[in-house]
């Protein structure tokens, strides 16, 4: 039967027999069929994610994504597991999956390197862990269930700049198939024909407190330093978190081979 389903007879159960006599009985009954649901949900999820064969890291997450929409449909609560699923993959778990190979994929171009990424995560990192410990002592005194949820929230944000950071070195920039793929992490990245590009210029720099136009993906911290700026024929969807989707017309990145990059750009244009 249809999740939907299930829950709209649920409901239509509650209206029924909701009345003081019945309520507290059927409100057990229904947290009980909710929680068998769920548990059938996630155990066929996993039964279907162990029967298809990844290949990467990036094809486990697609995997997921795939095996969920089959289950549940695109919805909004599919992007907001995808985007913690990549959180915790890419924090805790990506050591484990398998790299591709360039001739898989075509050629691969990384951004992390020469990029303030490092710097930026590890002084944040020691800035929320000094933060978390003296919060946590002074909030105990007052609410300890309150001093835990700010260490767990804490917490949860070291993971997600540990996973941000290593996202950034496993999904670097890709030329496949004449399209040429601008990351930044599981942020958000952007696919575009080769053949939609009008022009590839040099980048300018966004000064401290400038606004981002919003007909532009800038797939970079703004700690960094742009290099090129890639004006397109026709708007592309940007895909950014928690599946939110915007239509931009130019794509600034930066990149850490720029001559290899704008070699195989122009010789994917020609062929």
């Not at 298809?52 to 969920?68: A, C």
């Not at 804490?154 to 670097?172: D, E, H, Q, T």
Request: aromatic share 14%.
């Amino acid at each position: 039967m249809n999740i939907k389903k299930i829950f709209l007879l649920l409901a239509l159960a509650l209206l029924l027999f909701g009345s003081r006599t019945y309520l507290s009985d059927l409100f057990w009954l229904v947290i009980a069929l909710e929680a068998c649901i769920v548990t059938y949900i996630i155990f066929s999820v996993i039964k279907s994610i162990i029967g298809l064969k990844h290949k990467s890291r990036e094809d486990f997450i697609s995997n997921i994504r795939e095996v969920l929409e089959q289950k549940l449909g695109k919805s909004f609560l599919i992007e907001f597991v995808i985007t913690e699923l990549n959180v915790f993959y890419y924090s805790l778990l990506v050591w484990f999956g398998k790299s591709r190979t360039a001739d898989q994929n075509g050629k691969a171009f990384t951004y992390h390197r020469s990029s303030e990424m490092k710097t930026f995560i590890i002084v944040f990192t020691i800035l929320i862990i000094g933060e978390g410990v003296l919060f946590h002592y002074l909030l105990q005194k007052w609410n300890e269930v309150i001093a835990w949820v700010f260490t767990i929230l804490n917490v949860y944000g070291i993971l997600y700049l540990v996973g941000f950071y290593n996202s950034a070195k496993y999904l670097p920039h890709l030329i496949t198939q004449e399209k040429l793929i601008i990351r930044l992490g599981f942020q958000s990245s952007i696919t575009l024909d080769i053949a939609n590009i009008e022009q590839i210029n040099r980048a300018k720099e966004i000064e401290l407190g400038m606004k981002v136009p919003k007909d532009t993906y800038y797939s970079l911290l703004k700690l960094d330093t742009p290099h090129f700026e890639i004006i397109l024929k026709e708007p592309v969807e940007m895909n950014g978190f928690y599946g939110i989707k915007e239509k931009v017309g130019k794509v600034v990145f930066r990149v850490d081979d720029r001559d290899a990059i704008l070699e195989e750009i122009n010789h994917a244009d020609k062929s």
